[in-house]
């Protein structure tokens, strides 16, 4: 098993804060969030998240979540996965659990965060596992936008950036700045 080398992004302050699963390895590889591709970081241009596009995807993370020089209202975004300890790019090989419910929620304690952004269905199946969100169609697109608060925080549900089942995914990201 690889070591994590993606470096969490958590601020004092945070106007959003994305909650992945797992550090995939070709982000890890590269030592840098979403640096696969473009599609995570075109995906929030699209919605308005970011106000300028990315044109190198090893460079979106420390742009937008290293700085609030493109982001919407210079907005403080952090990024973290649920599962710190596991590097795979397959979600089947990822497990998740209730301590790592229990760290994001410390980490919402410990900071000033406005809205967290759960990023895939195994992040947000843990959470409503744990009794903090309630989604109303777990199959269908009416599971995503404002799921659950955790004390001042609001939880937000959008589908995974990648893959092609969820069309117009900007339509839900879009949710997080409005």
Request: proline share 3%.
């Amino acid at each position: 098993m690889s070591k994590v080398n993606l470096i969490e992004y958590v601020h004092p302050k945070m106007d959003l804060l994305f909650v992945a699963l797992n550090a995939p390895e070709v982000s890890n590889t590269n030592a840098h969030w979403f640096s696969y591709n473009l599609s995570f970081w075109n995906l929030l241009f699209r919605a308005g998240v970011i106000t300028q596009t990315i044109s190198d995807p090893k460079e979106g993370d420390v742009i937008v979540f290293g700085s609030n020089v493109i982001n919407h209202k210079n907005w403080s975004i952090g990024v973290t996965d649920l599962n710190r300890e596991v590097v795979a790019t397959k979600s089947t090989q990822v497990t998740t659990d209730s301590t790592q419910v229990k760290r994001i929620l410390s980490i919402i304690e410990t900071k000033a965060v406005k809205r967290i952004c759960l990023m895939h269905s195994m992040v947000a199946d843990e959470f409503e596992r744990n009794g903090i969100i309630v989604r109303n169609n777990k199959q269908g697109v009416n599971a995503f936008g404002i799921v659950g608060k955790y004390k001042s925080t609001v939880i937000y549900e959008v589908p995974f950036h990648s893959g092609n089942s969820i069309p117009n995914k900007e339509i839900y990201y879009s949710k997080l700045v409005s």
